[in-house]
Nanobody
Framework: QFTPVESGGGLAQPGESLRLSCTGS????????IGWFRQAPGKEREGVSC????????NYADSVLGRFTIWRDKAKTTVYLQINNLKPEDTAVYYC?????????????????????WGQGTQVTVSS
């Protein structure tokens, strides 16, 4: 079973950008729909973006439209999440999740958390 591994988090100032990466082992990344979720302290987990298996369509939560971009690299070994114009409210632990040929859907403005495998998370902190 594919196990996602996140990287790329860190401390950034408002207005800066970060690029998160999702790799992993135990399967071919291209066969998995990949989602990015985040959880801030004291808040519920929020689905921010996903991309369908085999480089299918991507979706975004309403809250991040225009600032977040998700894509797979050409080698099909990594899924990236680019976060531009970082805001303090982007501070959270970001999780990558995978689902074998699963869906990548939006409901009520957020990504549906229908993913079977989850990474350990990477911390993003936005502060001046």
């Amino acid at each position: 079973q594919f196990t996602p591994v996140e990287s790329g988090g860190g401390l950034a100032q408002p207005g800066e950008s970060l690029r998160l990466s999702c790799t992993g082992s135990g399967g071919t990344l291209d066969a998995y729909s990949i989602g990015w979720f985040r959880q801030a302290p004291g808040k519920e987990r929020e689905g921010v973006s996903c991309v369908t298996a085999a480089d299918g369509p991507a979706n975004y939560a309403d809250s991040v439209l225009g600032r977040f971009t998700i894509w797979r690299d050409k080698a099909k070994t990594t899924v990236y999440l680019q976060i531009n114009n970082l805001k303090p409210e982007d501070t959270a632990v970001y999780y990558c999740a995978a689902n074998f040929w699963g869906q990548c859907a939006v409901k009520d403005g957020t990504i549906v958390p229908d993913f079977a495998s989850w990474g350990q998370g990477t911390q993003v902190t936005v502060s001046s």
